[in-house]
């Protein structure tokens, strides 16, 4: 009973609760800081009035938008803009502190019972994952059941997200190439009004602003965003895995010093975890 009581004291139930939104700041810190340096290198070397431009703008931004959506579906794009949000507001678990919730767990079911399971639940609303994992474990379901439904939802919710991150992407493709569209309208006008020099500058801009704004969209936005949802589905499905393998071990009864065990064989080396140490 001592032991027991000192296992149950070395437990931390919050690993298990969901995890709360947190501001990514490399992600807003790098883009604004971008920004501010390209704003202040306008205003060192002239006015940033001279960088604005509507017709450049409507070209490189509505012409990114509507040519993107000619490769997708309409429900793929306006899941695509939610998900962009998850490169700011990011809340998924870091791998070690995931396993550390499930020892957690099998620690309590192996000390506390199922119902002492059945009661964590409802803290885990915030993780539609690993409430589903834990459902499927109190409902009595086989191991091998387990293991290829949380598989198949692992699958799915990869797919989808890498799914969301590819619209980003070909919209970092397509903002380039509507920025050399607007260049060579740019030229075509002033080229057909050489005889009036007054029409030239303006023309120029829409040249030049449009290829500008294209290369911010693409190497200050889309593409950095693409390659940081790409990098946390990654990591949403190590996680995920985790407690899909922690879930098919609690079935089978393991002990929860064998689950230590295989999730350090599936964590990278600096999130390997020591519970039991």
């Known amino acids: 009973m001592a032991e027991v009581e000192a296992q149950q004291s070395r437990m931390t139930p919050g690993h298990a609760l969901p995890a709360r939104p947190a501001i990514d700041y490399t992600t807003v810190g790098g883009t604004l800081g971008a920004f501010t340096l390209i704003i202040l290198a306008m205003a060192a070397s002239g006015s940033v009035g001279a960088f604005a431009d509507l017709p450049a703008f409507l070209i490189v931004i509505g012409g990114t938008f509507l040519i993107t959506s000619v490769s997708y579906t309409t429900p793929e794009i306006l899941n695509a803009q939610r998900v962009m949000l998850r490169a700011v507001l990011y809340k998924q678990e870091r791998p070690a502190k995931a396993a550390y919730a499930m020892i957690d767990l099998s620690q309590l079911l192996r000390n506390s019972g199922w119902g002492a399971l059945e009661s964590r639940v409802n803290q885990m609303r915030g993780q539609p994952f690993l409430q589903h994992a834990v459902h499927l474990l109190v409902d009595g379901l086989p191991s091998s059941q387990i293991e290829d439904l949380l598989a198949r939802e692992i699958s799915a919710t990869s797919e989808r997200h890498m799914r969301s991150a590819g619209v980003i992407r070909r919209a970092g493709e397509v903002a380039p190439a509507m920025g050399l569209i607007g260049t060579l309208i740019g ?53 995920n895995r985790i407690y899909a393998m922690a879930a098919a071990s609690m079935s089978r009864k393991e002990n929860p010093r064998r689950l230590e065990i295989l999730l350090n064989a599936t964590l990278s080396p600096k999130d390997r975890v020591s519970y039991f140490d």
């Not at 006008?189 to 009036?196: A, I, P, R, T």
């Not at 120029?204 to 693409?218: E, I, N, Q, R």
């Open 187 to 239: 030229l075509v006008q002033m080229l057909g009004h050489l005889e009036d020099p007054s029409a030239i500058g303006p023309a120029m801009a829409v040249a030049l602003l449009t290829t500008f704004y294209g290369a911010v969209l693409a190497n200050m936005v889309f593409n950095p965003l693409a390659n940081k949802l790409e990098r946390n589905a990654a990591e949403e499905t190590m996680v």
